[in-house]
């Protein structure tokens, strides 16, 4: 990415959280977090991608409550960021931070499982 597409990028991911916290009253959204925008090159499309803590439900409901949103959050980036041309929002779940957490807990699992299979510590006189 240029230094451009970086710099509008990081604004998309500011106001568009922000607008999510603030301004979004759909029952539908989770505890939603935008952890990564990426903007193509000629600044017409931008893939918008969030993580959602719950189920496999819950993040079905949160993607369509974004998607129902895309024109209200294009609408509040056109007033905000100045552009003559908004890029077009395109929501994806982001899985990195979930994978994340799954490797976390069976590290976690092996470690304890690990501590179990110890033998004793013997005291030497």
Known sequence: MSRR???V???????VST??????????????TIT???VSPD????????????TEEARKDTFKALKGASGYLRRELFHQLQMKYVPELHFEFDGGIEHGDKIQR??????QEEKQNQPPETKES
């Open 5 to 7: 597409t970086e710099q």
């Open 43 to 54: 600044l017409k499309h931008a893939k918008l991608l969030f993580s959602v803590m719950g």
């Open 36 to 38: 990564r925008v990426e």
């Open 106 to 111: 069976i590290l976690q699992a092996i470690e």
């Open 19 to 32: 607008l999510i916290q603030r301004e979004l009253r759909d029952p539908r959204l989770g505890f939603v």
């Open 9 to 15: 990028a990081e604004m998309i991911k500011e106001i």
